[in-house]
């Protein structure tokens, strides 16, 4: 069975500074791994995903991760933090069931953005 | 994109009623819907998979005749909470899965469901 662990349910760093969201996951079969944002009130918005090829992927708003296998990792970062950046993060992993597999998601991690 | 249209975002009923709520599909065919709820400050829950022309699938500890669901075309998934409860309020989100190179999910913008 699939499972994400976010570490830290909260995060807070300041404008500028570099951002780092963990996750890790566990998966019986070669993941297919998401981050997702979620601003108050509203649906997840893709950041990036991770299916096959590079294992450093860029995604939106300057954000990236990167899959480590051996670690079973896939850490979500961003240079330089911008206020907008704050909101509820998620990290989740697909069972690939096919086409059609269902994700399963961390607890989330909200980042705060200090002036 | 692929685009998943919800309605309504926000939704206030008396408690024993009934309330529905749709996800649609805008641009593409979704023959398979995920519905998941979130309590607050939580991470997301997935209640049921819907299947175009078959019954749902539920899991485990989802009453299946309180929250029912239908895929009634390729395009338009409902689920609807009857009999609702205070305890029922949630947000509840729909999500679409991708196929082959646009492998991803959309979801949609979520239903602020309050039972008072």
């Known amino acids: 069975a699939q499972s994400v662990t976010q570490l830290g349910s909260h995060v807070s760093v300041s404008e500028g500074a570099l951002v780092l969201l963990r996750c890790n996951y566990s998966s019986s079969v070669p993941p297919y791994l998401f981050w997702y944002v979620q601003y108050p009130n509203q649906g997840l918005q893709l950041l990036l995903k991770y299916t096959t090829g590079a294992t450093l992927v860029k995604g939106i708003n300057g954000f990236e991760a990167e899959f480590k296998k051996s670690e079973t990792s896939f850490h979500l970062t961003k240079p330089s933090a911008h206020m907008s950046d704050a909101a509820e993060y998620f990290c989740?992993?697909?069972?690939?069931?096919?086409?059609?597999?269902?994700?399963?998601f961390g607890k989330g991690t909200k980042l705060s953005v200090k002036p | 994109g692929a685009v998943v249209s919800q309605h309504p975002s926000r939704v206030i009923c008396k408690s024993g009623t009934s309330v529905k709520i749709e996800c649609r599909s805008l641009?593409?065919?979704?023959?398979?819907m995920f519905w998941y709820r979130q309590f607050p400050k939580q991470s997301l829950m997935l209640m049921a998979t819907s299947n175009e022309g078959s019954k749902a699938t539920y899991e485990q500890g989802v009453e299946k005749d309180k929250f029912l669901i239908n895929h009634a075309s390729l395009t338009l998934s409902t689920l609807t909470v009857t009999s609702a409860h205070p305890e029922d309020s949630s947000f509840y989100i729909c999500?679409?899965?991708?196929?082959?190179?646009?492998?991803?999910?959309?979801f949609g913008s979520g239903t602020r469901l309050t039972v008072v």
């Open positions: 989740a992993v697909s069972d690939r069931s096919g086409s059609q597999g269902n994700l399963i």
């Open positions: 999500s679409a899965p991708g196929e082959g190179d646009n492998y991803g999910y959309t």
């Open positions: 641009d593409f065919q979704a023959t398979t």
